[in-house]
């Protein structure tokens, strides 16, 4: 009997950092440039949406796995310069959430890019899940150096 009680009461103990743990999983502590510690959210649902909605309409021009063109930094014949990567080694990380907002509601600034406007195909939910994935996709120190940058920005 004493010992199914001991059982039972680690048990019961364990509960908690089990689901601890869990909760861990969706989040990491990041530290920034700044000196700030800043929580990385990592929504599974959303991320997995946001992924499901890349692969159906962005892949094609930022490839599979969110590399961009392989010469995204070298303007086309036509000018305008290819899809760049999304996955943290490109500069998107360098464009505060309203701007990335914008760019994929938008498309390219006249001139600049091939980015078509998605603002009538995709919902903000759908826009955000997308950015919600590829932030996934980058690098803590990355993602801290977008996170400071966002701090300064204006907007967002």
Known sequence: MQIAGI??????????????????SDS???ETMAGSSV??????EQIATGQQVYQANCAGCHGENAAGAT??????????YPAPPLDGSGHAWHHSTAVLIQMIRNGSPDGQGNMP?????????????VI??????WPDPVYAAWYDMQQRSPSE
């Open 71 to 80: 010469n995204w930094r070298q303007p086309g014949a036509d000018g305008r």
């Open 7 to 24: 059982t039972l009461l680690c048990f019961i103990g364990a509960v908690p950092l089990l689901v601890g743990c869990e909760r861990a």
């Open 117 to 129: 406007a998605w603002g009538d195909k995709l919902s903000e939910q759908d826009v955000r899940a």
């Open 28 to 30: 990491t502590t990041v």
């Open 132 to 137: 919600a994935w590829f932030q996934s996709l």
């Open 39 to 44: 929580k990385r959210i990592n929504d599974p």
